[in-house]
């Protein structure tokens, strides 16, 4: 409610002065009494009537035609409060005066897309944009909302030609973006067996962001599909290189990588030396596994003496899980009791978070779901999570 009084201070306060300008201008005809009902929408205001003040700003708005921006700022309250049909209303009757000044009617233009947006018409909201770009008015907010409509769209060559056009219009640097459309087009080229697309299309991704992870996870994934483990391997280590936060996504494609190619030594030498300088509980976990394969009292030691460095209850759950079946009577029960609170407190527990926003979940994205930004979701680092 508080919000919606904030919203409302500036309807008013427009309403009351083009009226009242109005007024002054024009003493000798007809018109709104200012003194009554201006005051009286202040009124409802105050005391958090909010429908009624709109009702009353409406009303004299409507009694001068020239009260465009007053028609702006009902519009843009009523798409916040979620009336988009409302916003709508207002919006075209506006641009249907043909009194409007060329910024008054694009600014109207714009408040329409965005109407449209909100209320899901995307190809009526990407006409009225495009209207924009040609009537040369409002251009890098215009192209910011194609690029939106045509990543919703999933139409990503668009996007990427409205993403080349809006850094021509700004001078800004979009190709990490860019190399995730790029991506996006590759996915689907992989997915359909087209290898000369896939390449062209990686090619650009690295063009756009020569340390585009997701590009490098993409060549990697085609490799191995092809049995070519030993450039899969270089392309893994490539995403380890390019940012070690993805380590836990590549980590056991990797691994499977090594193995087919009967490099398990590489392997754990690669582990030992990214224990050094990353800080998760990933590999921690592989190289216990390959400790146990020979000796299990030195994983033990080593998974304790880990922990001692990097507190972790996916550490913890290793260790409980292992001893778990070694165990009888009295400290088999306690065993099973610690097991099961670690699940209780690991259950839906989030794997991955945005650094932009804070939306967390699961399965990792790369397009945040909550903002939209690419590249900002990586796991989550903590003593109950990586």
């Known amino acids: 409610m508080q919000e919606l009084l904030w919203l409302l201070l500036p309807v008013a306060a427009a309403s009351g002065w083009m009226a009242a300008r109005r007024n002054k201008k024009e003493d000798n005809k007809p018109c709104f009494d200012v003194s009554s009902d201006y005051f009286k929408g202040l009124n409802y205001l105050l ?10 700003f409406v009303r004299m708005a409507e009694v001068d035609n020239d009260t465009a921006e007053t028609h702006l700022a009902l519009g843009s309250l009523f798409r916040r409060r979620g009336e988009v049909d409302r916003a709508i209303r207002i919006h075209q009757n506006l641009i249907a005066r043909p009194t409007l000044s060329h910024e008054q009617r694009s600014h109207a233009l714009f408040e329409l897309g965005e ?77 359909t067996g087209d290898k000369l697309q896939f390449s062209r299309f990686i090619e650009q991704a690295f063009a756009h962001d020569s340390s585009c992870v997701r590009a490098s996870i993409l060549v990697a994934k085609k490799a191995m599909n092809e049995d070519n483990y030993d450039r899969a391997i270089s392309y893994f280590l490539q995403v380890v290189s390019q940012d070690v936060e993805y ?18 030594k590489e392997m754990s030498q690669f582990l030992n030396g990214i224990l050094e300088h990353y800080g998760g509980i990933t590999p921690v976990l592989y190289r216990a596994e390959e400790i146990l394969s020979e000796d299990e009292g030195e994983a033990i030691a080593f998974m304790v ?13 290793w260790l409980v899980e292992l001893n778990l079946d070694r165990s009888e009577g009295r400290a088999r029960e306690n065993l099973t009791i610690l097991r099961d609170l670690i699940n209780t407190l690991m259950q839906n527990k989030p794997v991955y978070e945005c650094n932009h926003c804070g939306f967390s979940g699961k399965s990792m994205h790369w397009q945040c779901p909550g903002c939209k930004q690419w590249n900002t979701i990586k796991p989550i680092k903590g003593v109950a999570a990586e």
């Open 47 to 56: 005391n958090e009537q909010p429908d009624k003040a709109i009702e009353v």
């Open 115 to 191: 109407d449209y947006m909100k209320a899901g018409l995307l190809d009526r909201a990407e006409d009225l944009f495009q209207e924009l770009i040609e009537l040369k008015s409002m251009v890098p907010k215009a192209l910011k909302h194609l690029i939106d409509i045509y990543q919703q769209e999933q139409d990503w060559e668009k996007a990427i030609e409205i993403c080349n056009q809006y850094d021509r219009e700004t001078g800004k640097d979009s190709g990490v973006v860019i190399a995730q459309y790029y991506c996006e087009l590759a996915e689907k080229s992989l997915q």
């Open 247 to 264: 380590f836990p996504k590549v980590i056991q494609s990797l691994k499977e990588c090594y193995t087919k190619t009967g490099k398990e």
């Open 305 to 317: 003496e880990q922990l001692r460095h990097k507190p972790s209850v996916r550490g913890l759950q």
